[in-house]
């Protein structure tokens, strides 16, 4: 079993900068692929940021995030971080950490069968 909790969550003001953060525990921590997703009320749960250990390693950022979020790896405080930066209203919503043990970037919801509870994001205009 993995579990997760998401901190980090405030109402920002856009253009501001927030980091969000996923503290992991369980068996393989070390080995898993992990993935930031987040969900507005009526609406499907997306994924925004994958990373999974590789050669090196890998990351995947959705369209409407790139070049404003970054994920990292801590190995120390097992956790995997979400920073973003120049914030939009947009970006308004419920962030979760889920978890795989599949050595794949999965970009789905059906990908990931570890979920944390969710941390709320408020952008301000």
């Known amino acids: 079993q993995v579990q997760l909790v998401e901190s980090g969550g405030d109402m920002v003001l856009a253009g501001g900068a927030l980091l969000l953060d996923c503290v992991i525990s369980?068996?393989?921590?070390?080995?898993?692929?992990l993935a930031w997703f987040r969900q507005v009320p009526g609406k499907e749960r997306e994924v925004v940021a994958a990373?999974?250990?590789?050669?090196?390693?890998?990351?995947s950022y959705s369209d409407s995030v790139k070049g404003r979020f970054r994920v990292s790896r801590d190995y120390s405080k097992n956790s995997f971080r979400l920073h973003a930066f120049n914030l939009k209203s947009e970006y308004t919503a419920g962030y979760y950490c889920?978890?795989?043990?599949?050595?794949?970037?999965?970009?789905?919801?059906?990908?990931?069968?570890?979920w944390g509870r969710g941390t709320q994001l408020t952008v301000s205009a």
């Open positions: 369980g068996r393989i921590v070390d080995r898993l692929t």
């Open positions: 990373w999974a250990r590789g050669p090196g390693t890998m990351s």
């Open positions: 889920a978890a795989s043990e599949q050595n794949s970037l999965g970009l789905k919801v059906a990908d990931y069968p570890y």
